[in-house]
């Protein structure tokens, strides 16, 4: 059974940081976020506003689109979410 996949850039109030990350359940990881419930790198500089995501039918994708994007540099991501997100809005409203 294949399982969905999902990736995205979540960064903080100013958008100063960018996290990339891969899940599987996009809206309970945004929760976790949101809530500091993930202990590490997104909690330590306060990233809980979703700028971007990515939709897979295979976590296996999702995975390797994930260090295609980790691997390119910080214009690139930025270039990524403008590419949908020209204002850096909120997309977790979309989830909830």
Do not use: C, P
Not at 34 to 54: A, R, W
Not at 66 to 87: F, P, T
Request: aromatic share 12%; charged share 30%; no cysteine.
């Amino acid at each position: 059974m294949r399982k969905n996949g999902y990736i995205y850039i979540i960064t903080n109030k100013n958008n100063t940081v960018l996290y990339t990350g891969v899940t599987s359940n996009l809206t309970k990881r945004i929760y976790e976020h949101k809530n500091h419930l993930v202990d590490g790198f997104s909690k330590k500089y306060n990233l809980e506003k979703l700028v971007y995501y990515e939709i897979f039918e295979d976590i296996y994708l999702a995975i390797q689109r994930e260090k295609q994007i980790k691997a390119g540099s910080r214009k690139k991501k930025e270039e990524l979410i403008k590419s949908i997100n020209e204002e850096w809005n909120d997309l977790a409203n979309e989830l909830f």
